[in-house]
DNA sequence: GAACACGTAAACAGCG
DNA sequence: ACGCTGTTTACGTGTT
C-alpha cells in the first residue's frame, strides 16, 4: 500500500531477484537447469527417422493411389467415403526439430507445444524401440486428425467453410482454392505438398521450391478434380480450352513466370508461358497422380474427419454412460466435439489443454518487465483437463522444465482433490506442485509466494484448522463461481495462434505441434450456442465452459450420485469471510469438497472428479 | 476504456 | 532472529 511508487523502482532494483529473474528465468532458465533435457536429447536421433518415416509414407500414398487409379475405382471427385484399407500417411507432420535447442524450443513454443512435440518424439522412440511403425503412425494419425479440425475450425471461423462434418473436406474443397487447399496440406502435414512427397517418390527433380503455391494448383487439377475456385476467387469449371490459355490470363501464370508449384520458369508472354506450360507441365500421367494425390490425401482427410467424428461419439457416448452427458450435451444431428488423444473428455467445464497466445508471445518474443511469464487464463478457462492433462503428461511435466499450462487455482485445486482427503496442508501443496513439476522446482520463492497468494485470495479454497495444523480444501461450488458466467471460445486466441504470432514462419513440426495444441480449442466452448447458430455445427465444440457448467450440472447432478458432492463434515473454522454466509446461498456446500469422502472412486477417478457437479440450481 | 482474471512482487502479522 | 504461514495490496498484462 505504501509502496505504489517504490514498487517501480524496486523491480528494478537488483533486490528484486525473484521478480526479474523470474521473468528472465523463462529463458536463462533453461540455461541453468535442463528440466526438458531428457525429452529433447530424443530430438536428436529422431530427424533422420522422421525423414525416412515421410518419404516412405509418401511413397506409399503414392502407390496407393497409383494403384487405386490402375483398378479403375478411383473417381476423384466423388466425395464418397472410401474405406481404404490403409490410412493415407498424411500424418507427416513431425519435421524434425532439426538444431533447435531445448532453450530454443522453449522460447518459441508454448508448453504444450512443447509436449507435443516431445510425445512425439517419445512416441517415436518407443516405436522405433519395438521395430514397428504402428503406434507411431497411430499416433501421427490423431495429431493428423487434429490438425485437420483446427484448420476446418479456422476456415469456419473465417465463414469459409460451411459446416457440414461428415463432408467437412468436401466443403473444404469446394470453400477453399487450389492454393488453399494446397497450403492446408503444407500446414497439416508438415511437407511442402503432396508433390513434394511425390518428387521424393518418384525422384523428379523439380525444383525444390513449393513455397510460393500463390496459384498453386496444377491446371491438370481443374481439369481432372471438381475443385472449381481459382486462387482469385472466381469460378472455374474445368475446361480445358486452349482459347482461355491464350487469352492473356492463366491462372498458373502471373508476374511473367510459371507458377506451377515449384517451377517458377520465366516466361516473357501468354505465348512462350503456354508453350512451357505443354512442354513442362503437360497433363501427362505424372501431373495428374500429382493432382489425384493431392485429391486422395483431401478425401482420406475427410475419412479421417469422419472417423475422429466418429470416435469422439463413442467415447463421449462411454463417458457419457458415467456422467449422462452425451444426449443432452450434443442434441442430435449436432457433432460431438472432437476429441485429441492428448485431450480426453473431461466433461465437465474441462476444456482441452490450449496453449495460450500469451504463452506463445511470452515465451516466443515478449520479454516485457516484470511479469512473469504468462498467464494461463485460456489454459484455466477453457482447457483445465487437468487430471486427464496431468495424468496423461504426468512424466512430461515431471521431467520437464516446462510451465504447466494451468493456473495456480486450478493446479492448487487439483492437487487438493488428487489427495486422498481432499486436504493438504501448504507444504503438501508445496511438494506436490514440485513432485509433479519440474518447472516448479526452481523460483521457489516465487512461485510459493503465488500459491499461497491464491490460497488466500480465492473463496474456493477453504482453509480447515486441523488437530495438526490447517489444511486446505476446495470448495467446488466457489470454484465453478469464480467463474465468469458467459466465456466463448477465445476467437481471439484462434486468430492469434493461427494467423499470428509468426505461424507461418515456424518450421512444420512445430507448426504441428503448435496446431497440435490448438486443436484443442476444438474441445473449448461454442462460439454461439447451438440455438443461435444450429449450422455451425462444427463449431459447437462441447460445452465444457462455466457457461453450460450449471445446466450440465442440472442435468447431471441428480442422475450421478457417485458424483454428487462430497459429504463435508469438519467442525472447524474456515477463512473467514463477512460475506460469505449471503453468498453461499445458505446452502451447506461451502465445503463440499471437503474432507472426507466415503466412495472410492474409480481409477479415472481424477476425471471425474473434475466434474464434480456443484448443485448450482438456476 | 472498464471490468475482470491472472501472475508476480512485496509488505505485514502471527506463530513456533 | 528466523522461517513459515497467511493475508493483503499493488501492479502489469491479457481478455472480454
Not at 472449381?228 to 486452349?242: A, F
Not at 517451377?263 to 500421367?285: P, R, S, T, V, W
Not at 476446495?474 to 486466441?493: A, N
Not at 495462434?497 to 480449442?521: D, K, R, V
Request: overall charge negative.
Amino acid at each position: 500500500m505504501m509502496v505504489e511508487s517504490a514498487s517501480e523502482t524496486i523491480r528494478t532494483t537488483p533486490s528484486n531477484q525473484n521478480g526479474v529473474s523470474s521473468l528472465s528465468s523463462q529463458s536463462d532458465g533453461g540455461g541453468g537447469r535442463e528440466g526438458g533435457s531428457n525429452g529433447d536429447t530424443n530430438g536428436e536421433i529422431s530427424p533422420v527417422d522422421l525423414l525416412h518415416l515421410q518419404q516412405q509414407q509418401a511413397l506409399q500414398a503414392a502407390r496407393q493411389f497409383l494403384l487405386q487409379q490402375a483398378s479403375g475405382l478411383n473417381s476423384p471427385g466423388s466425395n464418397e467415403v472410401k474405406q481404404s484399407p490403409v490410412q493415407v500417411p498424411v500424418s507427416m507432420a513431425m519435421m524434425s526439430p532439426q538444431m533447435i535447442t531445448p532453450q530454443q524450443m522453449q522460447q518459441i513454443l508454448s508448453p504444450p507445444q512443447l509436449q507435443a512435440l516431445l510425445q512425439q518424439q517419445q512416441a517415436l522412440m518407443l516405436q522405433q524401440q519395438l521395430g514397428s511403425k504402428q503406434l507411431a503412425f497411430q499416433q501421427q494419425l490423431i495429431q493428423m486428425q487434429q490438425l485437420q479440425q483446427q484448420h476446418i475450425l479456422n476456415l469456419q471461423r473465417q465463414g469459409l467453410v460451411p459446416l457440414q462434418p461428415t463432408t467437412a473436406m468436401q466443403t473444404l474443397q469446394q470453400a477453399m482454392c487450389p492454393s488453399d487447399l494446397q497450403q492446408l496440406w503444407k500446414d497439416v502435414s508438415g511437407v511442402p505438398s503432396s508433390e513434394e512427397a511425390l518428387k521424393q517418390a518418384e525422384g523428379l527433380d523439380l525444383s525444390t521450391n513449393s513455397s510460393n503455391s500463390t496459384s498453386a494448383f496444377p491446371k491438370a487439377a481443374s481439369a481432372h478434380l471438381p475443385l472449381h475456385s481459382l486462387p482469385n476467387g472466381q469460378s472455374h469449371t474445368p475446361k480445358r480450352d486452349s482459347h482461355e490459355e491464350h487469352t492473356g490470363s492463366h491462372p498458373l501464370y502471373g508476374h511473367g513466370e510459371c507458377k506451377w508449384p515449384g517451377c517458377e520458369a520465366l516466361c516473357e508472354d501468354m505465348g512462350q508461358f503456354i508453350k512451357h506450360l505443354n512442354n513442362e507441365h503437360a497433363l501427362d500421367d505424372r501431373s495428374t497422380a500429382q493432382c489425384r494425390v493431392q485429391m486422395q490425401v483431401v478425401q482420406q482427410l475427410e475419412i479421417q474427419v469422419g472417423q475422429m467424428l466418429t470416435r469422439k461419439h463413442l467415447n463421449l457416448a462411454s463417458s457419457g454412460s458415467l456422467l449422462k452427458r452425451d444426449s443432452e450435451a450434443y442434441p442430435e444431428g449436432l457433432p460431438h466435439p472432437p476429441t485429441s488423444a492428448a485431450t480426453p473428455i473431461t466433461p465437465l467445464r474441462q476444456g482441452p489443454s490450449v496453449i495460450s497466445s500469451s504463452s506463445l508471445h511470452t515465451h516466443s518474443h515478449s520479454h516485457t518487465h516484470a511479469v512473469g511469464p504468462i498467464r494461463r487464463r485460456n489454459s484455466d478457462k477453457y482447457c483445465t483437463p487437468i487430471a486427464s492433462e496431468l495424468a496423461q503428461n504426468c512424466e512430461f511435466y515431471k521431467n520437464a522444465d516446462v510451465r504447466p499450462p494451468f493456473t495456480y487455482a486450478s493446479l492448487i485445486r487439483h492437487a487438493i482433490l488428487e489427495s486422498p482427503d481432499r486436504q493438504l496442508t501448504l507444504n503438501e501443496i508445496y511438494n506436490w506442485f514440485t513432485r509433479k513439476f519440474a518447472y516448479f522446482r526452481r523460483n521457489t520463492a516465487t512461485w510459493k509466494n503465488a500459491v499461497r497468494h491464491n490460497l488466500s485470495l480465492h473463496k474456493c479454497f477453504v482453509r480447515v484448522e486441523n488437530v495438526k495444523g490447517a489444511v486446505w480444501t476446495v470448495d467446488e461450488v466457489e470454484y465453478q463461481k469464480r467463474r465468469p458466467p458467459k466465456m466463448t471460445g477465445s476467437p481471439t486466441l484462434v486468430k492469434n495462434m493461427i494467423s499470428g504470432l509468426g505461424f507461418g514462419s515456424l518450421n512444420a513440426s512445430y507448426q504441428a505441434a503448435l496446431a497440435e495444441s490448438s486443436l484443442s480449442l476444438l474441445n473449448s466452448p461454442p462460439l454461439v450456442t447451438p440455438q443461435s447458430a444450429p449450422s455451425l455445427n462444427m463449431l459447437h465444440v462441447g460445452h465444457d465452459d462455466v457457461s453450460s457448467t450449471v445446466e450440465q450440472v442440472n442435468s447431471n447432478g441428480s442422475c450421478s450420485p457417485t458424483l454428487s458432492p462430497q459429504q463435508y463434515s469438519h467442525p472447524v473454522h474456515v477463512k473467514e469471510e463477512p460475506t460469505e454466509l449471503v453468498e453461499e446461498d445458505s446452502r451447506p456446500v461451502s465445503l463440499l469438497a471437503g474432507v472426507t469422502h466415503s466412495l472410492p472412486l474409480p481409477s479415472d477417478e481424477r476425471d471425474l472428479e473434475e466434474d464434480l457437479p456443484t448443485e448450482e440450481l438456476e
